[in-house]
C-alpha cells in the first residue's frame, strides 16, 4: 500500500512569489491534515480536511495560506506571497475514517525555504 | 508556555546504555499521549503510544502519570539505530490534531 506522498519534496523561492504544495494521502483515508515545523520550533497542526471539509482550520497562521481539497483526494496548501518566516518544512498526514485521531501517517514533508 | 515540553538533548550515550526521556504537558483534558520517532530529515512516524498502566515493546517502555502530566520513555541496552528525535505528543481531544514537543535528540555512540 503506498504511503502518503508530497510534492515537491523541495522548494525555495523569493518572498513574495507564490508556492504551490501538494498532498496526496493513503487511499481512501478521509482525513488528511497539514502540519508545519519552523526551524528550532515543534510541529505545530495547520488543518485537517475530512473528505472535502475543513473540520479544524485554527492553525492557519494568517490569510496568505489557502488550502484546497476539491474532490476530497489530494489536498494542495497555497502560499501567496511568501514570506521569510513560511520557511520550514510541511507535512501532510492521513488516517482513515473513524479511526483514532493519533492514527495519522506523515508524508515525508515538503522542505520550503524563501529567501 | 507550549503544551508540551520536552527536553532537546542532545542525549550522547554509548551502545548498549539505558536513557530516559522526559515529557511533561499543560492540557490536563488532553486525552492520549504518544512517543513519535523521527529520523533526520524523514517524516515522523508512531514508536509507541503511552498509557498510566505502563506500555512495553522490546526495549522501549513508556509511562503516563496523569497526576503529575508527566510521561516518560526508557530505552535499554541502546543501539546505533536508536539514533533519531524522539517526539512527545499528546492528542487533543476536541479535535483529531496532534501537539508535539520541540523532540528530544538522541545519538547512540558505538
Known amino acids: 500500500e503506498a504511503g502518503v506522498t508530497q510534492f515537491p519534496s523541495h522548494s525555495v523561492i523569493e518572498k513574495g512569489q507564490t508556492v504551490t504544495l501538494r498532498c496526496d494521502p493513503i487511499s481512501g483515508h478521509d482525513n488528511l491534515y497539514w502540519y508545519r515545523r519552523v526551524m528550532g520550533k515543534e510541529i505545530k497542526f495547520l488543518l485537517h480536511?475530512?473528505?472535502?471539509?475543513?473540520?479544524?482550520e485554527s492553525g492557519m497562521p494568517n490569510n496568505r495560506f489557502l488550502a484546497e481539497r476539491t474532490g476530497g483526494t489530494y489536498s494542495t496548501l497555497k502560499v501567496q506571497p511568501a514570506e521569510l518566516e513560511d520557511s520550514g518544512v510541511y507535512f501532510c498526514?492521513?488516517?482513515?475514517?473513524?479511526?483514532?485521531?493519533?492514527?495519522?501517517?506523515f508524508g515525508p514533508g515538503t522542505r520550503l525555504t524563501v529567501t | 508556555r507550549k503544551e508540551v515540553e520536552q527536553d532537546p538533548g542532545p542525549f550522547n550515550v554509548p551502545e548498549g546504555a539505558t536513557v530516559a526521556f522526559n515529557c511533561t504537558y499543560s492540557n490536563s483534558a488532553s486525552q492520549s499521549f504518544f512517543w513519535y520517532r523521527q529520523d533526520c530529515r524523514k517524516e515522523p512516524k508512531l514508536l509507541m503510544s503511552?498509557?498510566?498502566s505502563g506500555n512495553e515493546d522490546g526495549r522501549f517502555t513508556a509511562q503516563l502519570n496523569r497526576a503529575s502530566q508527566y510521561i516518560s520513555l526508557l530505552i535499554r541496552d541502546s543501539k546505533l539505530s536508536d539514533s533519531a528525535t524522539y517526539l512527545c505528543?499528546?492528542?487533543?481531544?476536541?479535535?483529531?490534531?496532534?501537539?508535539f514537543g520541540t523532540g528530544t535528540l538522541l545519538a547512540v555512540q558505538p
Open positions: 505528543v499528546a492528542y487533543g481531544g476536541a479535535t483529531n490534531k496532534l501537539i
Open positions: 498526514a492521513s488516517s482513515a475514517q473513524g479511526a483514532l485521531g493519533y492514527e495519522q501517517y
Open positions: 503511552v498509557y498510566s
Open positions: 480536511f475530512v473528505k472535502e471539509s475543513k473540520q479544524d
